[in-house]
């Protein structure tokens, strides 16, 4: 993956305000040592979706203040704010043109995948997010294993 380079603790705050939302500490590491990223075409980045039995490949991970707008939380999570749940922010994307998502706090914490696109035939207006992992660590790992 390569990497959008280093953030400051004080641009975690700010996207934390800007969004009412507190991170999650592996979460925040992962920005802390990463500030998100490309994955290479080269690198294995499939993530299973067990709810509807396919596979997703992650594109990139969204950093904070990375030089490109395209590639920030903030730029994503403000444009689809008003369809996002109370406590979730977008932290990347997927080849199949969805959104990966995290939802900060609450019974529903955890990573998701948004079809916005309807890509998946199991997807329409009643239900198009579908369940990852429990925090960002084993999301992170899932990746991993797939690159290791």
Not at 31 to 55: C, M, R, W
Request: charged share 25%; with cysteine; proline share 1%.
């Amino acid at each position: 993956m390569e990497s959008f380079g280093k953030v400051q603790e004080e641009s975690i705050q700010k996207i934390e305000n800007l969004f009412h939302v507190v991170l999650p500490e592996d979460y925040t590491k992962f920005l802390l040592d990463f500030n998100g990223g490309v994955i290479f075409n080269t690198e294995p980045s499939e993530v299973y979706l067990k709810d509807i039995a396919q596979f997703i490949n992650i594109d990139v991970l969204y950093g904070i203040d990375t030089g490109k707008s395209e590639c920030d939380i903030e730029y994503w999570t403000d444009k689809y704010f008003d369809e996002l749940l109370e406590n979730t922010i977008i932290i990347g994307d997927s080849l199949q043109h969805g959104f990966i998502v995290m939802i900060c706090a609450g019974e529903n914490a955890g990573v998701y995948y948004y079809d916005d696109s309807y890509y998946f035939e199991e997807s329409n207006d009643e239900g198009s997010v579908y369940w990852i992992a429990e925090n960002f660590e084993e999301f992170w790992k899932m990746l991993k294993n797939y690159r290791n």
